[in-house]
């Protein structure tokens, strides 16, 4: 059994024993297997955890236990939906998160990621880098955004870059170096923050049915931070573009898919289609493959969308990946065709005028990390193709 098959297997034995009234015993299994995965006994920071080779991903398990807010509960489905094939994905996960969960949850320690580190203008680019936050209804995250020194000409595009869990946004810029590329091309970088308080990993929350939809939850506050600004930095409204890695990676997928008119392209590393799960047991499933059917973006137009994933991602299955780069491309009249590079396999999709729509990277050998990055930052390997600058180019290509 895999090691994250094993995890899921002692997730589910310790539904099983809090719905048998044994909470004590459920308690054991879940520290247990939080402990067998690295999530027990104080999680490195990202300025300590520095993985230098694709496989290192393993020791940080995208991992999340932290139960839904109060105001999201009526999102919640208490069913898995089954797919066209009949079946249920998650059938065997439980409906709900129990009360036991949220206690213990509680108090774990140390899941958020560090405090961020101090900027240097190495790896963070020679521009400002300011702190900024916005706040709607759906409560208020922080965000730093990067300004380049290089003159513009005119109205600067707009990249979001969605961090994954564990990290921060001065931790993300080290990792992709966007900020460097950003210098270059004269465009403006929004890292929004994910807040301790709304998950214990800072994971963004791409798996509750709360922050999957347009105009509530964290797609609410990630779009009115884009254009919030886009009004006070002279951003360019036909030139935003959204990505990110891991959770941040599903995120963007959610965000192309809900605000087709505000993001022009989107970005997805290492991530989840829109839909493959819908709480965090099904979200388990979904990471090693066995998710439900996602459904097609509801947009009038599919947002072109780039994807890249390690065929060994021990984390996230990269069969999500192929999933992502489908649920964009299922408009009829795409073509396709497919190429191979140095550690690679790229598939272009063009619509019937010979205009790209969507590429996907097989990341051959890569893992759970950020391709062509840098080491300065987590969750980033110096090897692969650099995602960053292909993100770049597939963002201006319009």
Known sequence: MKPYEKFVENILGAVRSSQGRDPAAATAIIQEALSAAGLMGGAASPASVRPTTPTQEKAAPFVDLNPPPAWAAKFRRHAAQPDSAGTSAGANAGSAMPDWVARFTANLPGQGAGGSKAVDPSTHGPGQFLEGSFSNEAGKRNYRLYVPTKPAAGPRPLIVMLHGCKQNPVDFAAGTTMNLLAEESGCLVLYPEQAASANHSQCWNWFEGAHQQRGQGEPSLIAGMTRQVLREHDGD??????????????????????????????????????????????????????????????????????????????????????????????????????????????????????????????????????????????????????????????????
């Open 237 to 398: 409204a036909d030139r935003v573009f959204v990505a990110g890695l891991s959770a941040g990676g599903a995120m963007a997928a959610v965000m192309a898919a809900g605000y087709p008119e505000l993001y022009a392209a989107a970005g997805v590393h290492s991530g989840l289609p829109v839909g493959a799960a819908h709480d965090l047991m099904s979200a388990l499933n979904a990471m090693k493959g066995a998710r439900k059917k996602p459904a097609t973006p509801s947009g009038a137009r599919p947002v072109r969308t780039i994807v890249f994933h390690g065929d060994r991602d021990a984390t996230v299955h990269l069969s999500n990946g192929e999933a992502v780069y489908r649920q964009f491309t299922q408009a009829a009249g795409t073509s396709e065709t497919e190429e191979r590079g140095p550690g690679h396999t790229r598939t272009v999709a063009r619509d019937a005028g010979g205009r790209v729509v969507a590429e996907h990277w097989n990341l051959h050998g890569a893992g759970h990390a950020w391709s062509g990055g840098s080491t300065a930052g987590s969750y980033a390997t110096s090897s692969g193709p650099n995602a960053s600058s292909e993100m770049l180019r597939f963002f201006l290509q319009q």
